[in-house]
């Protein structure tokens, strides 16, 4: 972070995120080279994380670690006049929205101790999910096959559906997300990628939420992934979830 060039880097993927190598090492006027190393070191950091498309590397800004020294270290000193600047800084971004329009995505990075195999199952497990999501993702898990994820009270209610669009256990896994009352059915669904890798003796899970409607849905879903995530990695390392499910917790 002390290094101007890869601020400058975090920028630009804040202001475009998803971008391939050679479309950074341009805007910063570098070789591809340097430009390489400076993202390996805030990859490194957790502070930029990557998906494969194709042949082509996406780069992806990972907010979680910069959120965590804001909370720690700015928040507390700062909030009332940081928070009025950020309100009007989304005031401003709203305004040019309409000659801009593009679709958020949130990517979101963690490491487990655990195996791809045991990491897929937990995802696709209807029990499991119910046990660290409070509801249960229901499927045969086919390619094309519907989806829905299940209230746990017995009612049968599934706030989300959708379909699998790609299904390669344990590595993969792409699904479209709905809600099942949509008031426009035809409207293109958002889309959810799990990408599960060995990294060493554990296990790298990225979870890349795309075609979101717009940046409060953005801020939703970034809110949601990280509990669930924590849930679910706590499952898979200690037998247990966590002893309070993060999402009714109230903020301080």
């Known amino acids: 972070m002390a290094d101007p060039t890869r601020r400058y880097l975090l920028d630009q993927l804040h202001g475009h995120n998803g971008q391939t190598l050679g479309e950074l090492a341009e805007r910063v006027a570098m070789t591809r080279q340097s430009t390489t190393q400076d993202l390996a070191l805030l990859e490194a950091a957790n502070l930029v994380s990557t998906v494969r498309r194709g042949r082509e590397k996406l780069h992806y800004l990972n907010p979680v670690p ?113 809600a099942p009352d949509s008031a426009d059915p035809s409207a293109d669904p958002s889309q959810v990628t799990f990408d599960i890798e060995p990294y060493g003796g554990i296990v790298r899970l990225t979870v890349t939420h795309e075609n979101l409607a717009d940046e409060e849905e953005r801020n939703a879903a970034a809110s949601g992934w990280a509990a669930v995530l924590s849930n679910l990695k706590s499952l898979l390392e200690t037998g247990s979830p966590l002893p309070e499910e993060p999402w009714l917790v109230p903020s301080t």
């Open 66 to 178: 910069l959120h965590e020294i804001q909370e720690r270290w700015i928040d507390k000193f700062e909030h009332p006049r940081l928070r009025a600047l950020s309100t009007l800084k989304q005031q401003a971004e709203a305004a040019t929205m309409t000659t801009n329009p593009t679709k958020p995505t949130y990517v979101y990075v963690t490491y487990i101790e655990s195996t791809p195999e045991k990491v897929w199952h937990a995802l696709t497990d209807a029990e499991l999910t119910a046990a660290y999501w409070g509801h249960a993702n229901v499927s045969d898990w086919r390619q094309g096959s519907p989806w829905e994820h299940r209230r746990t009270d017995g009612s049968g209610i599934a706030d989300v559906v959708g379909r699998v669009l790609e299904s390669t256990p344990p590595t993969r896994l792409v699904t479209t997300w709905a």
